[in-house]
């Protein structure tokens, strides 16, 4: 792959929407919620830090060590969108703290 295709898929990547929202770590009955500001590649940051052993949610790596891996799924619950872009943030915190109550889930972060 010469050069130019490299620069070109770098650029397209970076210019690539990405996609706010909340999602749920599962593992049977148990359920942390959490939010992003990329759904898109959420699941592969947490499932790298989980498998190197020093995510900071510590009853969450405790479970991911006790069942592994396969026991667990990510499951995209809502994207959040608006117009404005500064108040993304915002949004995602109310939306987070629905759906924890909605689902009686634990915080994936403190």
């Known amino acids: 792959m010469?050069?130019?295709r490299k620069k070109e898929m770098l650029r397209e990547y970076k210019e690539a929407p990405q996609h706010a929202g909340v999602f749920a770590v599962v593992c049977g009955d148990a359920?942390?919620?959490?939010?992003?500001?990329?759904?898109?590649?959420?699941?592969?940051?947490l499932w790298f830090q989980l498998?190197?052993?020093?995510y900071p949610n510590a009853a969450l790596q405790s479970v991911?060590?006790?069942k592994g891996e396969d026991a667990f799924s990510y499951e995209i619950l809502e994207e959040v969108k608006d117009d404005n872009?500064?108040?993304?943030?915002?949004?995602?915190?109310?939306?987070?703290?629905?759906?924890r109550k909605e689902m009686g889930a634990e915080k994936l972060m403190g």
């Open 2 to 4: 010469d050069n130019a």
């Open 85 to 99: 872009a500064l108040i993304i943030g915002e949004l995602l915190k109310e939306r987070e703290a629905a759906w």
């Open 31 to 45: 359920r942390w919620i959490g939010t992003t500001r990329n759904l898109d590649k959420q699941k592969n940051s």
């Open 51 to 54: 498998r190197m052993g020093n």
């Open 64 to 66: 991911w060590k006790a």
